[in-house]
């Protein structure tokens, strides 16, 4: 019985033991988020010729205008080659 317990404690003190075994077994679920459709949804509602939302709620979201908004897209666009 006390080599179980000395055993259980020297696990405790080096990090390992059977919580942290238990961790490293589980996988993540998977969520499909259809992000793909999100982007389409956020184009339309935002910067489509006929927006969803007017400015001032394109202003509320993003904290600023939309001018000023396609000023440092082509900005980066055009400096940086990432974008």
Do not use: C
């Not at 589980?26 to 910067?47: S, T």
């Not at 489509?48 to 900005?75: G, H, Q, S």
């Amino acid at each position: 019985f006390n080599q179980i317990i000395e055993q259980r404690l020297e696990n405790l003190s080096s990090g390992t033991g059977d919580r942290q075994e238990s961790r490293e077994s589980k996988k993540r679920a998977y969520i499909n988020r259809d992000r793909a459709e999100g982007d389409k949804r956020l184009w339309k509602d935002y910067f489509d010729e006929n927006a969803t939302y007017p400015p001032n709620l394109f202003r509320r979201r993003f904290r600023m205008n939309k001018p000023l908004f396609f000023r440092i897209v082509n900005e980066l666009y055009n400096d940086d080659s990432f974008f």
